[in-house]
T-cell receptor
């Protein structure tokens, strides 16, 4: 099965600074790389995703970069705000439908 | 456009009872996935269903757990004779149908889960 690791496990940033979370995976057949944000008591919310034929994708303050050769992809959040505080999960696909979630990164944005 | 709806949000059962968790996918979505999340962990895949078909149940425990997605009505995850270790948050996700010849891996959208507690 897929071995997925996220780093760091916790991240504290000052409001306005950037946050970067890295996800490494083991299955070279993975082709779909989403990031989810989970707030307390809620389900995971898809915030951005990328497919293997693309190296980078951006949506306002959020971006994802993919290095398929090195088998890692990263989430970048710029100009962080208090509402960005949450747990973030990477979830590369094991096959065409099965997502393999990392253990999560708890992000705290200090006002 | 309503999102994925799960009920109940919280469910308490005593050991040996049955738990039934319901999931209504987003409008227009015909694929449903169930995941389980233990505290401080990521989600673990359990089962993937399309209408009236179980496509992949490789993440489901062999005993006591079953899932269905009937032609009419919500998807149901059923846990018989619950034990303390079944305590977890259970999440359902849905995705749209695949087009002809289209790559799969449609984005999966999650509900807010059912928190199951076993006394």
């Amino acid at each position: 099965g897929e071995n997925v690791e996220q780093h760091p496990s916790t991240l504290s940033v000052q409001e306005g600074d950037s946050a970067v979370i890295k996800c490494t995976y083991s299955d070279s057949a993975s082709n779909y790389f989403p990031w989810y944000k989970q707030e307390l008591g809620k389900g995971p919310q898809l915030i951005i995703d990328i497919r293997s034929n693309v190296g980078e994708k951006k949506d306002q303050r959020i971006a994802v970069t993919l290095n398929k050769t090195a088998k890692h992809f990263s989430l970048h959040i710029t100009e962080t705000q208090p509402e960005d505080s949450a747990v973030y999960f990477c979830a590369p696909d094991l096959n065409d439908y099965k997502l393999s979630f990392g253990a999560g990164t708890t992000v705290t944005v200090r006002a | 456009n309503a999102g994925v709806m799960q009920n109940p949000r919280h469910l308490v059962r005593r050991r040996g009872q049955e738990a039934r968790l319901r999931c209504s996918p987003m409008k227009g979505h015909s694929h449903v996935y169930w995941y389980r999340q233990l505290p401080e962990e990521g989600l673990k895949f359990m089962v993937y269903l399309q209408k009236e078909n179980i496509i992949d149940e490789s993440g489901m425990p062999k005993e006591r757990f079953s899932a269905e997605f009937p032609k009419e009505g919500p998807s149901i995850l059923r846990i018989q004779q619950v034990v303390r270790g079944d305590s977890a948050a259970y999440f359902c996700a849905s995705s749209p149908p695949f087009g002809t010849g289209e790559r799969s891996n449609q984005p999966q959208h999650f509900g807010d889960g059912t928190r199951l507690s076993i006394l």
